[in-house]
């Protein structure tokens, strides 16, 4: 895991391998659109879209570490830069986003465009 100093704190920054192997010890947060959170997700992670992100409304970390993502990361630096600005100390963002998820062969939430259903789907890596 890297990190990046900012104005008001440090961010974390999560390899798509390192979320992966977290998935039941964090709570992961996309931060894109609803359409684009209904179009092809992560499974699991919860939506808060950065348009109407309120840290203060994101839930404690003392059981789970919260790490955020969105499509590149740089939606979700920002959301991790107003949590720092908020008081919160500690928050991570998965570096790269869904793109960089997708790319390392991570399973994730698409749509079928035959049916327009969801369905698991794998980038071959």
């Known amino acids: 895991m ?8 440090t961010v974390d920054l999560w390899t798509a391998k390192e979320v992966s192997e977290a ?12 359409q684009e959170h209904g179009f092809e997700r ?3 992670a919860l939506l808060m879209a950065l348009q109407e992100f309120q840290p203060q409304s994101l839930p404690g ?14 939606r979700s630096g920002k959301a991790a830069a107003l949590c720092l600005a908020a008081g919160i100390e500690r928050i991570a963002h ?7 998820w997708k790319a390392a062969g991570q399973e994730y939430i698409g749509t079928d465009v035959a049916t327009g259903a969801p369905k698991v789907m794998k980038k071959d890596s």
């Open 2 to 9: 890297k990190s990046e100093q900012t104005e008001n704190g």
């Open 23 to 34: 998935r039941g010890d964090i709570v992961l947060i996309d931060v894109r659109t609803p």
């Open 94 to 100: 998965l570096e790269g986003g869904l793109a960089a």
């Open 61 to 74: 970390q003392d059981a789970k570490r919260i790490v955020l993502h969105c499509g590149s990361g740089v």
């Open 42 to 44: 992560i499974g699991g």
